[in-house]
């Protein structure tokens, strides 16, 4: 296929509404605007299939053939990819409280961006021969999916627009109309008429029911299954429409709803929306929006009566409940990221943000890392929201009594900056512990030798031992956790815990090897050193409030240490090419004076 030959194949059509339903009935007279639509006589299709088929199966068949073909096909228009908004957008209905969109037409900078990305993967590497290779995966995966009803490059391709969009209604206000619920898939279109033809051959496949009528100039196809199948609760309709540049299918309210956008009052023009889709900057291949209060207020609204015999749930839930949120999915300089935004929450504090310092004092060898910044601030914010709550209030006063044999709360807490979880692999060992930077290095001395004292004085019977060594000029101490019926069962009866404290780091580890690492990594090698690390931090945000990492090599290394022969044959055939492409994982949280940000690089290597 030539250049001019694919440019001419992706051109957007000029859309009107199809001039006839499916051959079982033939077309009514359109509806007014405002009029009462008119139902026509329905028709069962004289397709047959297998018995079983429940009302809803052919919606299920055709999301799913969209789904498979679409994800795959994106590789596809690497070359023919189209900026612009999606038509699959305008014409969701306003009033949706969550919506879901993939772009597999590539806008922009995501041609060349997801080029580089797939360029690490097995069949991408040489773009002149993907198309066809492509095409024969997608034929197998869609056949597979279909029961080999369907095939891509004969049903999909030749009518698919390469945008697709899930998108669900507001919620019942009571359980007797659960029936009412909905949701709607919109498919853009290529060709109206192979796109209508596509859905009542799967229409027909299912050996449905149909009927047609007539809404706002459109028609609609209805669908019921046969009474034998039909389920107890569930939407009474199914129905599909080609309306302006798109498929949409759903229930019937829901496709209704579509067709009132009139592709210019859809999702896309209410505020809300709009602030959500302006705060996760350029092109995209995917996003996703959820009206968090709305669904949090229809979900209050659906429970009615069953509520008031419910405990009421602390008001601490609102004050962490955020009105909206929004992630986007695109491809760029190498790595898939994912950005999330939603209004900052008064709850979580002033908005802060520092760089890591954990990392600078973990060894090279971290292969996981869970971390946040003024771990006491936080801990005693929860606590005081958690004193706010009169059902709550009794366990707070409890754990401040108990807390006072070592000083109380502060004591406890108030040394504490930043802190985490890691994970430390070397070789087939693997290790960890906790870590945190002390604000004030000799509180976190005295409370740790409080605790050691109250270990000490628990020995005897319990087979606790606490004892010291020195390593690399700092004392580790050491604590064995005594016998069986006091250690879980599985971890080793002899197993034990160390910690130490400098003025760099607290840390607290099972086993001394992780100890002894991060000792070493305050004046050797550390995290922070490596290339791999640094330049994954530096395309998430090197300031943050909050930060994890995943190291996708060293963990794969490890797994594949563990396998036996006959499943490293299979891993290395069948997994490994793919896996292999992935290099690491790595995910920030930034609180911001409007909003909060978050955002997760996924990294890909083709080494």
Do not use: C
Not at 22 to 42: D, L, N, Q, R, S
Not at 425 to 433: E, F, K, L, N, P
Not at 547 to 572: C, N, P, T
């Amino acid at each position: 296929m030539t250049d001019q030959d694919q440019t001419q194949r992706y051109e957007p059509p000029t859309f009107e509404p199809p001039a006839a339903t499916p051959p079982a009935a033939p077309p009514p007279a359109a509806t007014p605007p405002g009029a009462e639509p008119v139902a026509t006589t329905p028709v069962t299709s004289a397709r047959t299939s297998r018995a079983g088929s429940g009302r809803l199966r052919w919606l299920g068949v055709g999301a799913l053939v969209l789904v498979v073909a679409g994800v795959a096909a994106a590789a596809t228009m690497l070359l023919t990819g189209d900026p612009g908004d999606p038509d699959v957008l305008r014409w969701t209905p306003a009033d949706s409280i969550t919506y879901a969109e993939l772009r597999l037409d590539l806008p922009g900078t995501q041609q060349a961006e997801l080029a580089e990305v797939l360029s690490a993967f097995p069949g991408f590497d040489d773009q002149a021969a993907f198309p066809a290779k492509l095409d024969e995966v997608l034929d197998q995966l869609v056949g597979s999916a279909t029961d080999g009803k369907q095939s891509w490059s004969e049903d999909v391709d030749p009518w698919f627009g390469r945008q697709l969009a899930v998108s669900v209604g507001p919620l019942p206000s009571s359980v007797a109309d659960v029936a009412a619920a909905r949701g709607l898939v919109l498919a853009s279109v290529t060709d109206a008429a192979k796109a209508q033809a596509w859905a009542a051959e799967l229409v027909a496949s299912e050996n449905a029911a149909t009927s047609t009528e007539a809404y706002h100039g459109t028609t609609i196809t209805v669908v019921t299954a046969p009474a034998a199948t039909e389920p107890k609760m569930g939407p009474k309709d199914a129905a599909y429409a080609i309306v302006g540049p798109v498929l949409a299918v759903g229930d019937l309210a829901s496709v209704k709803a579509a067709i009132d956008t009139g592709g210019t009052k859809g999702l896309d023009t209410v505020a809300q929306f709009q602030t959500a889709e302006a705060s996760v900057s350029g092109d995209r291949l995917a996003l996703s929006y959820v009206d968090v209060e709305r669904i949090v207020d229809g979900a209050t609204a659906l429970a009615g009566q069953a509520a008031s015999a419910m405990p009421s749930l602390p008001a601490a839930i609102d004050d962490l409940t955020v009105p909206w949120a929004v992630a986007a999915v695109r491809a760029d300089d190498g790595a898939f990221v994912v950005e999330s935004r939603n209004p900052h929450l008064d709850a979580l504090g002033p908005a802060k943000s520092a760089e890591t310092t954990l990392a600078s004092v973990l060894p090279p060898t971290t292969v996981l890392l869970a971390e946040g910044h003024d771990l006491g601030e936080v801990l005693t914010r929860a606590k005081e929201m958690a004193a706010a709550q009169p059902q709550l209030q009794p366990d707070v006063q409890e754990l401040d009594d108990t807390l006072r044999i070592v000083g109380g709360w502060d004591a406890v807490v108030g040394w504490m900056g930043e802190g985490g979880l890691a994970v430390t692999r070397q070789g087939d060992t693997i290790s960890g512990g906790v870590v945190i930077s002390p604000t004030d290095a000799a509180e976190a001395e005295r409370l740790l030798n409080q605790l050691r004292a109250f270990l000490a004085l628990a020995g005897g019977g319990s087979g606790i031992t606490v004892t010291d060594e020195e390593y690399a000029g700092t004392t580790i101490t050491v604590v064995g956790l005594g016998n069986q019926t006091l250690v879980p069962q599985d971890l080793p009866p002899d197993a034990t815990i160390s910690y130490a404290v400098t003025d760099d780091v607290v840390v607290l580890g099972y086993g001394t090897d992780f100890t002894k690492a991060v000792l070493d990594a305050r004046t050797g090698a550390s995290l922070a050193e490596t290339e791999r690390f640094s330049a994954a931090l530096a395309q998430a945000g090197a300031a943050h409030s909050a930060l994890f990492w995943v190291d996708v090599v060293g963990i794969r290394d490890l797994a594949e240490a563990q396998l036996s022969a006959d499943e490293r044959a299979r891993y290395e055939a069948d997994v490994k090419p793919y896996l292999g492409a992935f290099d690491s994982v790595i995910g920030t949280f930034s609180p911001g004076t409007d909003l909060d940000r978050g955002t997760v690089i996924i990294r890909v290597t083709g080494d």
